[in-house]
C-alpha cells in the first residue's frame, strides 16, 4: 500500500488556476489517453480544465529512458507495466511541475479541445458481483427463494467480460437486439431490448500483472492495483433472463461497457482506504488465500439520468465500501488458480448497491424488476432506460484533512436499435 | 463460401517430398507464427515436415504492398483483418510455388528445427456450447431432473472465456488450485483440483470482423471464418460445479486453452462442408436472424491419453458435423447484439460430443461423472486426468476425390499443482 506522501498535502495548489476546486486538484493527477483537437492519441494527466501533454512533458523531465519510452505510447499498457515505483515517480515529478512554484513550462491543452480515448488496450475484462447487496436483491429477483447462493460468502463471484465493447464516456450506445422469451409465450423472439439497464460499477486497471500458473499472494496484490475509474456495464435484462443459464450472461452484457476515461491512481486514493466490508456476525471467515483481505475504498458513487430537455435526476448514492469483497481479495482470487493478470486488463467490481433504498446501482433494484416506475423532472414515468435517456455516473473522494478528488463523469446516451 | 479452385485439385504434388500423405499437403497449407530457431516470430506455412516463410517469400512475390505488409508481422491479426480476396490470392500464389514445376525458391525450414507460437494475438475468446449431445451428457450430470434447458434449441449458448490464459500445443498445463466443496462438506476448502478434465472443441479465428453496433447477418458470417484449429478446453469440474452458479465457469476453465498452432483455412476445407446438422422431428426452427444456416463441416476429431511410458489410447472418435449449431450462425448470434468481432478473435465450438458411447469428447461424459473409470494400456485405471498424463486432439478430413488433410496435434500434458 502506498504511503501518503508530500503529493498529498492539503496545501498544494496548482498554477492552473482552474485544479484548485475542481474534481482534478493537484493531489488528484488522473492518467488517461487523449488527442488535442486531430492529432494521434497520447497519454495526458488532467489537472483542473487541462490536460498534461505527458508524452512532450516527460522528454524534458528527470526520468529513466525506460519510463520515457513508455509514456511516449499511445496507451498506458507500457507504464502500467513498470509498477509501483515507477508510477510514484512520475506522479511526484508531474505534481511538483504543476503545483504553484512549479516552472510552469509544462505542455497542457484545454480538456474542451481534446478527445478521449481508452486509457489502455484491454486485453481482458473481467466483472466480478462483489456487492452482497446487490447480489441479494438481484437473486431475489430472479430466484425469490433463493437469492444468495451457497457460495457466495465463499468465493468472490465473477465472470468474464468482453473486451471489445468497453468504450469510453461518450460514446453513443445503440440499444441492442436479442432474443427474448415471455414467461407466457411458447416461443422466443428476435427484436430490440426492452428492459435496458445501467450497473454502477467502479473499473479496476490492473498493472504488472503475473506469469501463467503463478498465483499472485493476497498480500502482494495490492501492488497490481494501477488505479481505477467508474464502469457502467449496461444490461439487457429480457436478454439476460433467457440466456443466462447455465453459462451466464452473454449479449445481455456485451454490446458496451463503457468506463470514465481517467484513471485515479491509487496513489491519489490513499488517503481514502477504508477498513474492509465488515461480515456481519455468523458469515464464515474468507479462506487464507483470501487474506489478508486488504483495505476498502471510501468513494462517494452517484448516478444521474438526464434528457435532452431536463436537468439531470439522482438515480442513486452509493459507495464503494460496501463492497463484500475487497479489490485485493478479487485479484488474489482471480489468479489462485494461476490465471495470468496482463498490464492495462480491466477488472469491474459488479454493482455497487448498498443497504439503503437511495443505494441501488441499478434499475432493476431500484423498480424492483420493473414493477415500481419512478418520475422523471419532466413528469414522464420509468421503469428502464428508453432512447434518448443518458446516464451519468460520477465519483468523489472527501476526508477531513485532505483535498477532496473526483473521477469526472461516466456518461451514455441510448439511441434506437 | 470459397469455391473449389486448382488449389484443391488432388492431384497436384508438391517439391517437398514429405507433403506427399502428411497431414500438410499441398492441397492444406496452413497458417501460423513461428520462430526457426531462436530468431524473431514470423508468418509460416506448413508443407509436409517443413515452414515456408511467409515473410521472406512474400517479399518477392507478386502481391501487393498491403498484403506483403501484413503478411510480415509476427503475428496473423494483421493477414486475418483483409478478408477472403486477400487470403485466396495468398493461397493460390504459395500453392503454385510449392508444387512439384514451382521453382523451389522458397525459403523453408525444417518444423523440427522451429518452435511455434500462438497464431494471432487474441483480443476476445469465446466458448460456445454447440453441441447438443454434450450439452445433454453434462446436463444430466449437474441437473439430472433438467439435463438440457428450454433456452437449448434457440439460442446458440456462449459465455466469454479468457484470452489470456490461451497456449499453443506443447505447453505443459500446471494443475490449477481453487476451491471445492464436498457435497457433504460444511464448508469449502482451496487446494489442487481433483476432477481435471478435458474438452474437444474445435477453435474458429475471425477475419475482418464488424464495427460495434453492427451486427453480421448470417448470410455474411462465413465470410468471417479466417480458419480453424483444434482446441482444448481444460476444465476442472470440481472448481466449476462450486462456483459456476449463478454467472458461469470463470477459475475453472481460465487457467488455460490449448490450440493447435496451425490454422486450416476455411478455404482449404471446401471439399469438406457439409449439410449443417439435421434437426430431429420436433425441434424448433431457428429464428430468422439465424438463417441461412451456412453448411458444416466433415472433421474427424480424436482424443487421446498418454503417459511417458505408454502408447497413446484413443480416448474419443467425433465429427464436428455433430455440431447442432453452424459456426455461421455462432457468428450471427455473437454479433446480433452489435458485440463486435475483430481480427484474431477466437471462437469455440464447445466440446464435440456425437451420439455414440465412442464419441464422448470429455472425461466428464465417457465416465459419467467419474462413477464409471476405465483402464489405460499400463493398467492403471482414471476417472480424470493425473499428473503426467498427456492429451493429444488430431483432427483428419477424408473425402473420395480430394486429397487429405489434418490439422496436426493439440497437446498438453499436466504437471503437479
Known amino acids: 500500500m502506498t504511503p501518503l506522501n508530500e503529493t498529498h498535502d492539503p496545501n498544494l495548489k496548482s498554477w ?23 492529432a494521434e492519441p497520447r497519454i495526458g494527466v488532467a489537472i483542473g480544465d487541462r490536460i498534461l501533454d505527458a508524452r512532450e512533458w516527460a522528454k524534458n523531465a528527470d526520468l529513466s529512458e525506460t519510463i520515457k ?41 484545454k480538456a474542451s479541445d481534446c478527445t478521449m480515448h481508452l486509457p489502455a488496450d484491454i486485453g481482458d475484462y473481467t466483472d466480478f458481483y462483489a456487492s452482497i447487496y446487490h447480489a441479494t436483491n438481484v437473486g431475489a429477483l430472479f430466484r425469490p427463494d433463493n437469492p ?26 445503440k440499444r441492442p437486439k436479442g432474443q427474448t422469451k415471455a414467461d407466457d409465450a411458447e416461443s422466443p423472439t428476435y427484436g430490440p431490448s426492452r428492459v435496458l439497464d445501467y450497473e454502477l460499477e467502479i473499473g479496476v486497471f490492473i498493472g504488472p500483472g503475473n506469469q501463467l500458473g503463478e498465483p499472485i499472494d ?14 457502467n456495464d449496461w444490461s439487457a435484462r429480457d436478454l439476460q433472463k433467457w440466456e443466462y443459464q447455465p453459462l451466464g450472461p452473454f449479449l445481455a452484457k456485451n ?39 486488504g483495505s476498502g475504498f471510501d468513494i462517494h458513487l452517484e448516478a444521474q439520468i438526464a434528457q435532452a430537455d431536463t436537468e439531470p435526476m439522482t438515480l442513486c448514492r452509493s459507495n464503494s465500501k460496501w463492497l463484500y469483497w475487497t ?68 465519483a468523489r473522494c472527501e476526508r477531513q484533512g485532505f483535498a477532496s478528488i473526483g473521477f469526472g463523469e461516466c456518461s451514455g446516451e441510448i439511441v434506437g436499435a
Open 327 to 394: 479489490i485485493a481479495q478479487m485479484i488474489a482470487h482471480h489468479t489462485s488458480n494461476g490465471c495470468n493478470l496482463k498490464p492495462g486488463d480491466l477488472i469491474g467490481t459488479g454493482t455497487i448497491s448498498g443497504p439503503d433504498i437511495e443505494s441501488l446501482g441499478s434499475l432493476l433494484e431500484l423498480t424492483r424488476g420493473g414493477k415500481q416506475p419512478f418520475q422523471l423532472p419532466n413528469g414522464e414515468s420509468r421503469r428502464f432506460l428508453e432512447d434518448g435517456d443518458r446516464i451519468v455516473l460520477r
Open 69 to 109: 519510452a513508455a509514456l511516449s505510447r499511445p496507451t498506458l499498457n507500457g507504464f502500467m507495466s513498470l509498477g509501483q515505483e515507477s508510477w510514484s515517480m512520475v506522479r511526484l515529478a508531474i505534481s511538483r511541475a504543476l503545483r504553484q512554484d512549479g516552472d510552469r513550462s509544462a505542455p497542457l491543452y
Open 255 to 293: 454490446f458496451a461497457s463503457t468506463i470514465s476515461p481517467w484513471i485515479v491512481t491509487t496513489e491519489a486514493l490513499a488517503p481514502f482506504r477504508c477498513d474492509p466490508f465488515q461480515r456481519p456476525e455468523g458469515d464464515p471467515q474468507p479462506l487464507s488465500y483470501l487474506l489478508p483481505a
Open 218 to 231: 493476497a498480500s502482494q496484490a495490492e501492488q497490481q492495483l494501477f488505479g481505477l475509474c467508474l464502469l
Open 148 to 173: 444468495l447462493l451457497p457460495n457466495y460468502k465463499h468465493i468472490p463471484i465473477a465472470y468474464h467480460g468482453r473486451a471489445s465493447s468497453v468504450v469510453p464516456s461518450g460514446t453513443p450506445i
Open 16 to 38: 492552473v488556476d482552474s485544479a484548485q476546486d475542481s474534481e482534478f486538484p493537484v493531489q488528484n493527477l488522473p492518467f488517461g489517453v487523449f488527442s488535442p483537437s486531430s
